[in-house]
């Protein structure tokens, strides 16, 4: 599956991006009118970054920080105010329904929440078989078949079509979601904070469970998150978002050995830890203070500046780019 | 309660029958939690029972159509008229029992037609909400909602021939709007959910979407509504038999009896309390076995 | 254990739960003791039995809820036998409350400064209804909350916070009461990690000023080990391990204390972590024995046999677990 990308090519030439490169975001933009006239939520504001083939990406923040509306708005739920996103190198810049099927099944989501994201009067066996046939994987009548196989390549077992959402765990209900995005053997995942309504004993298991596809499908993960510790072990690469922007984004080792922006700074010092051994890893305690402001109105200047400890005059005037700080490690902010 | 969430398996189900009998044990019992409901829905198979087998169950079928017998007139309650008879001689407990079928007709003829329609309808508006095909579709529901059903249906029985079709058509006519607005409310909040836009991300259909997807989800709304709905349309039916544009005499009706009987109260109470004592114990008998299905469908909760 | 009088002592309390199908036996036999000025955490994950608990406490449970035995003593009384007037006094002047979600724990229909008046009313620490005194006490909590600007906050509807700011004056609402015990369940769960950090830091620093017993209930162990004084991890229904903070950490014996450790992804680095297979059990039908047993990689034929014992292996650190009790066992057994 991998390997199709070169026909492609061509297509990649003109986008300037590079043959690995599966996703290409261009300086994406998403705002939500709000009710007074001419205030944007500026939810996404000129973000830029790629997925290679075969690579898990962690886009994190907090909330409010435009991660999810990045996501949507790749898949289509959401119209995109300016900007482009290229798909092995189709443009892709629209709405989900002038979408074309095969695009549909190259591209998948699973949702945060598995309570919602199934429908609680459909069982499973109808639930997995959708996309099957929607997509004519299989022939009709080896429909369920075929769906008790994919809950087999989830862990779970093919008896469990029988059974209602309300029926299970929230483990198991997040499993059969991915096996229903598994269905139709996509080349990139979303994955949009799948584990975070989860036990800690639990999103073990799914993360293994996604990892061991991952690796045995050649697939692309965009995985959405705010969890960093989750990502430190998961991820290729690690972007950061604040406030609609990309602050920092860089090779996962790189990132936790050697983070530069004040605000991936405050976020590592933030969370709490279990080990003596991670404690040494954070930085020196950078105090977290303030607290996101509205994207209504965004700060002049650097984003962050209201809560950086180390602001100066040209942090509230003027707003830092991305830099190529180290080889692959971009950073934007005026002190690095 | 928080007893819901726990990552345990509650069913071990293999097999799609079993699945079915597990979710039937698991529907009554939450209907049965409140007894009241258990005691309406013993209410409505009783009279259900009553309505099929009216010619097997009433003492005096015939009494039921042109029937004179002056020397048994204005019997009160006794062993051999248990109701009494009227001033025909005919026995009340048999008519009540005949027009019971005809209440039940009315009322499952109207539902069966308006709750289709306004389900129909709602779905779309819901779904499609915000564009035009939805404005159309809520303002058109808007006039109908506007229109008095009662008043509507005394002008339509009034104009044609009063009787018990038209009565049911003109019901029907504003009574589908109801259904459209209640369906497309739920719709609306239904369509925002992850699993309706998964259906859609994955390239769904919009039949599979509304139909499978969406109606699922009205379904317990739709049948509560429809049965608690059946007390009122019956009541409704009631009222313009009462004021003689429903069933016309000879053939029994609830209305018309009280009517007929009302002029001889109090001395001949039996005419008109017990005609009255039927119509409530079928609106409440519907209402309470509403309740009973409200709870079984809507359990969030174990 | 200590020998002075708990704070709030629960002993063998069983709750039940009845539901489709039977009782479900969520609580089964939880011990737990809180000393004056104390930090305890109560650990576990989603279903374990945590907020049955605190419900217990505060006598908030839901009306399918069976006390079948035990008793909760708060200073020497008996909570589940006191009247509605005592449980009042308790409920408006020694106990106080901060939930997981804020925006479900104020009435977004009135003001804040309004629902921080009332809690302050109806707890009866102001001598009659002196409606500035009751407000300046309003004031104070809000500021040792350090919320900028108290007096425009209490004008505010909770929709006009962030829920940051919410949770805060949550806090100081249950603050402005000047209870001896708070009781915070999953405060920061809902909030983001910076977030998380600040509320954590209000949290502790107020508590730790005012000599207040906290029992911070929680499904993170990280913020347990940030904010405890000693430990108690639940596990369905029953405390499987109890001990100081740092031994928790540093030595855990129970084989669910170790998984749970195990399965939290490290920003070491060293790589995805196993979990721990299965789910929780059956509260309708648990398991004889152990309850963990089923997802224990150390499970003998012992396990089924009884509920393990509350074993101190080493002072101070209780566990509940067969494997630190064969001499026991085999006394017990005579093998």
């Known amino acids: 599956m991998g390997k199709q990308y070169m026909e492609t090519k061509n297509g990649y030439g003109q986008v300037g991006g590079k043959e690995e490169d599966v996703l290409i975001v261009r300086n994406m933009k998403k705002y939500f009118p709000t ?49 482009s996103v290229f798909f092995r190198g189709q443009d892709i810049s629209m709405p989900v329904s002038k979408r074309s099927l095969s695009l549909k099944r190259d591209l998948k989501i699973v949702f945060q929440d598995p309570g919602t994201s199934l429908n609680p009067q459909r069982n499973i066996g109808n639930i997995l078989s959708l996309p099957l046939k929607v997509h004519k994987i299989v022939p009709q009548n080896e429909v369920f078949e075929h769906a008790g196989k994919l809950l087999q390549m989830v862990g779970l077992t093919p008896e469990t079509i029988y059974k209602y959402p309300r029926s299970l765990g929230g483990g198991e209900r997040q499993l059969v979601a991915i096996a229903r995005a598994l269905a139709t053997n996509p080349t990139m995942m979303v994955l949009d904070e799948p584990t975070s309504s989860l036990d800690v004993s639990i999103q073990a298991k799914i993360i293994n469970t996604l990892i061991d596809l991952q690796k045995q499908f050649d697939m692309s993960y965009l995985f959405i998150t705010h969890d960093m510790s989750l990502m430190r072990n998961i991820a290729d690469r690690i972007a950061i978002m604040y406030l609609g922007r990309i602050v920092e984004m860089s090779p996962t080792k790189d990132f936790f050995l050697n983070p530069q922006h004040p605000y991936t700074k405050m976020l590592l010092s933030s969370i709490p830890v279990v080990l003596d051994a991670e404690k040494a890893l954070k930085p020196e305690k950078i105090e977290s203070r303030g607290e996101i402001p509205s994207p209504v109105n965004i700060p002049a200047g650097c984003r962050f500046n209201s809560r950086c400890p180390y602001a100066y005059d040209l942090c509230r005037s003027s707003e830092p780019i991305m830099r190529e700080f180290l080889p692959d490690h971009e950073v934007a902010c005026h002190l690095c | 309660m928080t007893v819901q969430k726990h990552e345990y398996n509650t069913e071990s189900v293999t097999s799609r029958n079993q699945a079915r009998i597990s979710g039937f044990k698991r529907s009554w019992y939450m209907f049965s939690r409140n007894k009241i409901s258990v005691v309406g829905l013993v209410a409505v198979s009783f009279m259900v029972l009553l309505a099929l087998f009216e010619r097997f169950i009433a003492p005096y079928p015939s009494h039921a159509g042109p029937y004179v017998d002056f020397a048994n007139a204005n019997i009160a309650p006794c062993k051999e008229f248990l109701f009494g008879t009227d001033q025909y001689g005919r026995d009340v407990l048999s008519r009540i029992i005949f027009s019971i079928r005809n209440a ?34 809520m303002r058109v529901v808007d006039i109908f909602l506007s229109l008095p059903s009662l008043v509507l249906a005394l002008a339509v029985s009034a104009m044609l021939n009063p009787t018990l079709f038209n009565s049911m058509m003109a019901i029907t006519f504003s009574w589908w709007a109801w259904y ?15 699993y309706i836009q998964s259906a859609k991300l994955m390239g769904a259909g919009l039949g599979h979407i509304i139909f499978r997807e969406v109606l699922p989800n009205c379904s317990s709304t739709i049948l509560t509504k429809m049965t608690l709905d059946m007390g009122i349309v019956i009541l409704m039916g009631a009222a313009l038999s009462f004021v003689g544009l429903g069933e016309q005499p000879p053939n029994p009706a609830l209305g018309t009896m009280i009517a007929d009987g009302y002029k001889f109260l109090p001395n001949m109470w039996w005419l008109t309390v017990f005609p009255a004592l039927a119509i409530m114990m079928i609106v409440l008998a519907f209402n309470l076995l509403g309740d009973g299905i409200s709870d079984m469908l809507n359990a969030g909760e174990v | 254990m200590k020998q002075q009088q708990a704070l709030l002592d629960i002993k063998d309390l069983h709750v039940h739960f009845k539901v489709y199908g039977g009782y479900a036996r969520v609580l089964n036999d939880v011990n737990l003791s809180v000393f004056t000025g104390e930090k305890i955490g109560l650990v576990g994950e989603s279903g374990c039995g945590k907020t049955t608990t605190v419900k217990s406490i505060m006598r908030v449970l839901p009306k399918q809820a069976v006390i079948a035995g035990g008793e909760i003593l708060f200073e020497g009384q008996d909570v589940l036998r006191m009247k509605d007037k005592a449980l009042n006094v308790l409920r408006g002047q020694k106990l106080s409350m901060i939930f997981q979600d804020p925006v479900a724990a104020l009435n977004p229909v009135f003001t804040v400064g309004k629902q921080i008046c009332d809690a302050i009313r109806f707890s009866g620490i102001t001598k009659g209804n002196n409606k500035s005194e009751i407000r300046k006490l309003a004031v104070k909590a809000l500021k040792e909350c350090s919320m900028p600007d108290p007096y425009r906050i209490l004008d505010n509807y909770p929709f006009q916070l962030s829920g940051g700011m919410r949770q805060r004056v ?20 809902n909030l983001d990690v910076t977030i998380q950090d600040q509320v954590l830091h209000l949290i502790r620093d107020l508590v730790e000023k005012n000599n207040t017993a906290l029992i911070l209930i929680t499904h993170s162990l990280g913020v347990a080990r940030e904010m405890t004084d000693r430990i108690y991890v639940m596990y369905a229904g029953n405390i499987v391990e109890m001990a100081s903070t740092e031994e928790i950490f540093e030595a855990p014996y129970h084989p669910y204390t170790k998984g749970l450790l195990n399965s939290i992804p490290k920003l070491t680095g060293d790589g995805i972590m196993a979990g721990i ?13 152990c309850r963990f047993q089923s997802r224990c990689s150390y499970a003998s034929e012992y396990c089924g046999k009884g509920k393990p014992p509350f074993i101190e292996v080493i002072p101070e650190h209780y566990v509940a677990c067969y494997r630190y009790s064969e001499s026991w066992q085999k006394n017990k057994l005579g093998v």
């Open chain 1, 35 to 83: 009710k007074t006239k001419g205030s944007f939520v500026k939810a996404v504001d000129d973000i830029s970054f790629s997925v290679r083939f075969g690579e898990v990406i962690g886009l994190v923040g907090e909330s409010g920080s435009g991660k999810s509306t990045t996501a949507y708005v790749v898949m289509g739920m959401h119209n995109l105010t300016a900007g």
């Open chain 2, 104 to 137: 039940l007709t009315m009322g499952i003829g109207v539902l069966c037609v308006a709750a289709p329609i306004g389900t129909i309808m709602g779905l779309l508006a819901g779904y499609t909400k915000g564009r035009l095909i939805s404005t159309i579709i």
């Open chain 2, 180 to 194: 459209a607005r209640l369906v497309y409310g739920t719709a609306s909040s239904v369509r925002n959910e992850y």
């Open chain 3, 170 to 189: 949550c806090i100081a609402m249950a603050l402005a009461t000047a209870s001896s015990l708070m009781i915070a369940d999953e405060p920061t769960t």
């Open chain 3, 277 to 289: 297979d299965g789910y929780l059990p059956d509260y309708l039908n648990p398991p004889l024995g």
